[in-house]
């Protein structure tokens, strides 16, 4: 086997699990880091907060303004990172990316705080309330999740990491998990 540290890091839970598990892990980091491609074909990240994760869909307030529609349109896949270093838990999001400045959508995910980052330009159109025209929702949906579960104590890990150099076996001091397509779609359809 090439990669024992895969095979011993590997788990065997139910899709509810993992995605309890990958919530877990998002939930305390808080910021991501939203990766896309621009038009020149460079890849471009840029840290942000979702204003809801819906299930497995994270949802963004972005300014129509900023460039990143353009991205999307030219190349809609995109990946999300959490990484918490207190944990060293850390997660990864491929999906899709769409962007829409339907009012319904805007309204169900917006919050008063998200105007200080548009700010009133004194027209009475460009506010930085929900229904300024610059305000767009960039809908994320995965395709596949990967992330590690740190399931030792700091000791725990240090212990791992010498054992698995002393003794040439594989340090195991976590868990990891994917979560792909099919169980993607199976975790959407319980949630119907």
């Not at 990240?45 to 990143?68: C, E, Q, W």
């Not at 850390?90 to 400045?101: K, Y």
């Amino acid at each position: 086997m090439s990669d024992p540290y895969s095979a011993k890091s590997s788990t065997n839970a139910t899709p509810q699990e993992k995605l309890d598990l990958f919530h877990s892990i998002i939930k305390p980091v808080k910021t991501s880091m939203l990766v896309s491609r621009n038009t020149d074909s460079f890849l471009h990240s840029r840290a942000m907060t979702p204003v809801s994760v819906d299930h497995l869909t994270f949802y963004y307030i972005a300014n129509v303004k900023s460039g990143k529609t353009k991205e999307f349109e030219n190349d809609s896949h995109v990946n999300i990172s959490y990484y918490d270093p207190a944990s060293t838990n850390w997660a990864s999001l491929a999906g899709t990316a769409t962007v829409t400045q339907d009012q319904k959508v805007i309204e169900s995910v917006w919050n008063p705080g998200l105007k200080a980052w548009f700010g009133d330009l004194g027209d009475g159109k460009h506010t930085g309330d929900k229904d300024d025209p610059r305000i767009m929702v960039i809908v994320v949906k995965p395709v596949s999740i990967h992330f590690w579960h740190n399931t030792s104590s700091k000791l725990g890990f240090t212990y791992e990491v010498v054992k698995g150099a002393v003794t040439g076996d594989v340090a195991s001091p976590g868990e990891l998990m994917t979560i792909e397509n099919d169980e993607i779609e199976l975790i959407n359809g319980l949630k119907k």
